[in-house]
């Protein structure tokens, strides 16, 4: 017969600090009979109690006999025990984000169609006069372009002096898959392309305008694929003022590689190309958010076809745009049989603080007269909170939020947790989309983890659980006196500071461990306790010269002091 090994060792910890160590079947609701008044003598009169360590798959026998070394072991020995959970607790959660990555806004469809039969490649200019560069699908030979003031409504310029397979000085190009563009500091536009040469080969090209419409190739090629696919180039500036290009290499999707190179003179020279993502895609759009980090958006395929339903992003590491890390969740996507999408690129909204996505979709089996959509983010998305942990003694305690989508009339924010009232947040103010600052009043909150609440000024609002650990501080321990001569008449003066309501210990031991004197054992509220001894034992009688120690156990208060009597 299989003896059941569904019992549990854990550790608790009282109100007043103290550990209590106990088995259960279901440690959870055995700390709410606890918490209840119907656990343990011990906790009855210190609670709350909460979990502070627990191991399970024991036996009932096996976690009795665990349950008795834990026991035996010292204070100390029993901290050092929950210090090491704690931190591989804290390695697995590391782990973790390593691999899921944070969340990130997501976009939200809208209705319009920009253009039909076309697909979205790069944005240049800023609002009203704002150029969006595309591709008509049927032919791939040229690069339209087309005018907007508000991103909503777009008129196409006049075809002549497009780029395109005829632009001189020639490449030699029988169709163009892809590219992305920049303003020059100068004046004018670089163009960086690719093509698919009259002879099967694939390269990377570039060229200029002095207005945006009529191109000259320059000279050389930006990158040579050969026989290998090189597909949506797209070009960023970096916060420092240089450049950066990415595009994808390979066949795609499942072989596809992000890579990405360098300039430092606005594209007439560029770095070696180094690998900066490894994913599968179908298309890839950039972008450079306030805080100088690059996304990538990419079309990736539906769990288990072969289209692209989905649009993931990629966030790099820093500031340089060289490697990157998956987000986790999507940014877009759509259900297989309603339709495919391709050549998501984002560009701000005329608001500044929110994007919108440009992205081509199809219906399914139609992919050569997908119409250009747009998707725009909405809500905020906070992300962090600092500090993670705050002491509850300051009534203007300073955040900084960190996110993105934070509305530039500055957000109103707050703190909850359930059972409490909430914390609204005071002097709010927007560094930029993706930082804010702002005071909580903390004092005497209760301890806990506190949610976070940003609301935008339009009323969107998104909660980022767990926020802050609204926590107390640890007590102290302070003596005036400790060199003690009873016939002199001035007692040794113990002042204890707490700062969380609990059970208050302080009693006096020789140094071989024999109790002396117990000066206080009781609950007491918050606050700063004063006790003296005037170097007699329980009994009233004076104790020997010698050494004597104090313990003391309070919230957060663990503490030991010398008393040195002479006579």
Known sequence: MKTATDWSVYIARCRDGSLYTGIAKDVRARLAAHNAGRGAAYTRSRRPVRLAYREDGFTRPSALSREAAIKSLTRPEKLTLL??????????????????????????????????????????????????????????????????????????????????????????????????????????????????????????HSATSADGLAWANDTGTVLDGGSTPLNSPQLVKLNDGTWRLYLLSGALPESARVLTMGSSNQGLNWSAATVALSTPAFSLGASVLTNGKVRLFLTQPLVGTSSAGVVASALSSDANGTSFTMESGLRLSTAAASGTLSDAVPVRSTDTFRWRLYYGFADPGTLSTASIRTALTGAPDPQSLSPGTIMNVSSTASFTISGEVFSSLAPTVKLSMSGQPDILGTAVSRTDDQTLTASFDVLDQAVGLWDLTVTNADGTATTLRNAVLIDFPGGSLGMVNNLLRPRLGSPTTIRLTTYNDGRVLARLYTLDGRPVRTLFDADRAKGTLTLTWDGTDASGAAVASGVYLLGVSAPKLHAKGKIVVIR
């Open 83 to 204: 210090k090491t959970a704690r931190r591989a607790l804290a390695a697995a959660a590391c782990l973790l984000l390593a691999v899921a990555a944070r969340a990130t806004p997501s976009f939200t469809k809208e209705d319009p169609v920009v253009f039909s039969s076309a697909a979205p490649q790069a944005f240049v200019g800023t609002y009203p006069s704002l150029r969006m560069y595309f591709i008509r699908r049927s032919s791939r030979t040229e690069v339209g372009s087309a005018l907007s003031a508000d991103g909503i409504s777009w008129t196409e310029d006049a075809a002549a002096g497009r780029l395109s397979t005829a632009t001189l000085p020639s490449v030699s190009a029988s169709s163009i898959t892809g590219c992305g563009a920049l303003a020059l500091t100068g004046g004018g536009d670089r163009m960086v392309y690719a093509i698919v040469s009259t002879t099967g080969s694939f390269r990377v």
